[in-house]
């Protein structure tokens, strides 16, 4: 299987992140590029670096306001006074509709939903890069490759058309999704990371060319506690084109496989030629943030289930973050496709 990485992903190194008052070093660690390398590297994947498309797949998603601001606020935030080494922000408005202010305080208020997307230096080039990876990952299923693994990193799928969030900047899926409309085919998103992909369903959310379906955690005491319910299914033209599946916390991988059945039967009825996979391996029983209770075997079974549905994949790398398992709870995945 071929695989897309770019070593310019490396360079976003968050040094930060507040959970419950206390601050942590962030999961999001380029660390994480490692593990994942081997891991794909295990299940016979070769990895090739990215071609540049250029900023209009990525404006197609991102609105140009939030990307003027992610490629300057971070000169623009060394030059205010006594300013701290990466831009996090501590005020945020009502609503999207309240003013839009001139203050790099107040935009990054505006553009970053929690203090775990810190922004450094070098924070628009992995990111940009990382969404360069999807888009070269979509390009290859369009050309008829059957199936393409992308070490996105940052992940993206908590990232809104104007808002970063939960590690996330540019919405790697649905960058790669919108690639795929592009080139003629009808996609659908099918997200397996243990949080919600609320940033790719809002993102789609009134739009019926895209089929977005997320099995996670219930966000009820969950990030991202505010999106992710049964309920929330789409809006005007969109209605019934997104599909969330809330699921208990510590679920194992036979409730999770029925899940997964309901959601590939929604796939299925959409008439989607082409899954854009958003890849979380968090779901796994002792990723850090403990919610649901997926095995090894159970990401290989995963993986061989939406493998049966026959349509070409591009497995876009979401969550998993550093522990003992990460790389061969990849490796079981891709091989479990391929």
């Not at 000169?75 to 309240?98: C, F, K, L, M, S």
């Not at 003629?184 to 959310?205: C, E, K, M, S, W």
């Not at 030629?273 to 968090?282: P, R, T, Y």
Request: proline fraction near 7%; include cysteine; charge should be negative.
């Amino acid at each position: 299987m071929k695989a897309i990485f770019d070593d310019r992903q490396r360079l976003h190194d968050p040094q930060h992140f507040m959970a419950n008052g206390k601050t942590y070093p962030s999961p999001e660690s380029p660390e994480r590029i490692a593990r994942l390398m081997a891991g794909a590297q295990a299940a016979g994947c070769a990895f090739q670096p990215p071609q540049d498309a250029g900023l209009g797949p990525i404006a197609a998603i991102h609105s140009a306001e939030y990307l003027h601001f992610l490629r300057t606020i971070y000169p623009r935030w060394q030059r205010i006074p006594d300013a701290g080494p990466e831009v996090i922000p501590n005020v945020h408005p009502a609503a999207r509709t309240d003013n839009y202010p001139k203050s790099a305080i107040g935009q990054a208020g505006y553009h970053q939903a929690d203090t775990a997307c810190p922004i450094g230096p070098q924070t628009w080039d992995a990111a940009y890069w990382s969404a360069q990876s999807a888009i070269t990952g979509a390009d290859l299923i369009a050309e008829g490759q059957r199936a393409v693994y992308v070490l996105s990193r940052p992940p993206g799928h908590h990232a809104f058309s104007d808002l970063a969030g939960g590690f996330c900047f540019l919405n790697n899926s649905a960058i790669a999704a919108a690639r795929l409309r592009a080139h003629g085919l009808r996609p659908a998103i099918l997200d397996v990371d243990v949080h919600h992909g609320n940033g790719t369903q809002g993102i789609f959310y009134d739009r019926d060319d895209v089929l977005t379906v997320s099995l996670h955690a219930d966000p009820d005491r969950f990030y991202p506690f505010f999106w992710g319910a049964a309920q929330e299914r789409g809006t005007g033209r969109g209605m019934g084109c997104n599909l969330n599946l809330p699921l208990p916390r510590g679920t194992d991988d036979a409730g999770y496989l029925r899940a997964l059945d309901t959601a590939l039967a929604r796939i299925h009825a959409f008439g989607a030629d082409a899954v854009v996979v958003a890849l979380g391996l968090d779901a796994h029983i002792d990723d850090p943030f403990k919610g649901l209770a997926i095995t090894t075997p159970g990401f290989q079974a995963i993986a061989r289930a939406i493998a049966g549905t026959g349509l070409p994949l591009v497995l876009v790398q979401e969550g998993g973050y550093v522990s003992d398992a990460l790389a061969d709870n990849l490796t079981a995945f891709l091989r479990g496709v391929s």
